[in-house]
């Protein structure tokens, strides 16, 4: 079964708001957008890593970039109401585990109450018909079990990242129930696994902290080896909030909570990813270091995607072996000084070609 790709007619011309366009995964989507035709609007803080890949990749070319922190509702629903926007994707996020320990009124401040003010600007906002509100594959009260969670499992959260962003879907279906559905705008939100991919920066990232170790000859120090998750290339995901936005348009009744992430069989550990990863690289030292004094994270998490399957048409372009590589070939490319902006255009090609059932280049 081929992936069923985001629809280029679709996008063209479309106004969207994309929150959080300055991150890791709002940096891919901002361009892939632009590559779509879409009239696009960015909303986020300034670039949290140095160096950045909305900074490397050029991505305010081609859009319209603000600044603005999600925690400020009266500018926050200036923004939005100024772009008119048919689309909203919310993407803006403290999105890192342990950061939220360190920081967790913060975290709950932006991942609860940024949510609540991003969804409180569109009432009564005529032109929009589609809101995805981006969450995690984290939103579920974990039970270290091996069954894959389920759109209908409990929600809940040890950690204050995983908390706030249970509590976020929370909020979205409360604003879609009390507000927007009867404004006839059509809300979703979208749960995806980890994500993988060239130009995530952030502090404490396996394969980014395994490409700067290993290019510069140094050793890679890992934590949780055994750590089960649902990786995924962060193409995957992207693909899927822009079909889910599609079927919304056409559809109002499908919204509601969606799984997006790897087969469940296919979820790996920490360690079984920095194999593939490793033979990127001619040296590749690895030591593993055991941490009690760590803070409290899940252990094997793993997601049902057979809703986003049927109702979508969702499935992995690239197996957990391809997308490593594609990872690491990235970082190896751009340390060898190739264009940040190129490497990420290529990727989406060889990944709307694998989609629509041809080879990638």
Not at 18 to 33: D, N, Q, R, V
Request: proline content about 6%; aromatic content about 8%.
């Amino acid at each position: 079964m081929n992936m069923v790709l985001p629809d280029p007619d679709f996008w063209r011309g479309k106004r969207v708001v994309l929150t959080g366009h300055t991150g890791f995964k709002g940096s891919w989507l901002a361009l892939w957008l632009q590559r779509l035709g879409a009239q696009v609007t960015g909303i986020a803080l300034p670039p949290a890593s140095e160096p950045s890949l909305f900074a490397q990749a050029g991505v305010a070319q081609g859009m319209e970039s603000h600044v603005c922190d999600i925690r400020d509702a009266g500018a926050t629903a200036a923004r939005i109401q100024a772009a008119r926007p048919d689309i909203v994707l919310h993407l803006a996020a403290q999105a890192l585990v342990r950061p939220s320990y360190a920081a967790p009124l913060e975290t709950y401040a932006t991942n609860v109450m940024g949510t609540a003010h991003v969804l409180d600007a569109l009432r009564g906002l005529a032109d929009v018909r589609v809101a995805v509100v981006v969450t995690t594959d984290k939103v579920y009260r974990n039970r270290e079990w091996v069954y894959p969670y389920r759109e209908d499992d409990a929600l809940g959260g040890h950690d204050p990242y995983s908390a706030s962003k249970a509590a976020a879907e929370i909020v979205a279906a409360s604003y879609r129930d009390a507000f927007l559905s009867a404004q006839g705008m059509a809300l979703a939100t979208a749960r995806a696994g980890n994500v993988i991919g060239g130009g995530d920066w952030s502090p404490e990232r396996l394969l980014p902290d395994a490409a700067a170790a290993w290019s510069a000859g140094e050793t890679l120090v890992l934590r949780n080896p055994h750590a089960t998750r649902p990786w995924q290339h962060v193409l995957e995901p992207l693909a899927a909030y822009l079909r889910l936005a599609e079927l919304l348009w056409n559809d109002a009744s499908q919204a509601g909570a969606y799984n997006f992430g790897p087969a469940p069989h296919e979820a790996a550990t920490v360690g079984r990813v920095i194999e593939i990863a490793a033979a990127a690289y001619p040296a590749a030292p690895v030591r593993y270091q055991s941490d009690v004094k760590q803070p409290h994270e899940a252990g094997l998490l793993a997601l049902d995607t057979a809703l986003a399957r049927s109702r979508l048409g969702v499935v992995p372009c690239w197996a957990l072996a391809q997308a490593v590589g594609r990872t690491m070939a990235w970082y190896r490319e751009f340390h060898a000084g190739a264009s940040a902006r190129a490497l990420c255009l290529s990727d989406l090609e060889a990944y709307e070609k694998a989609g629509s059932g041809g080879a990638a280049p």
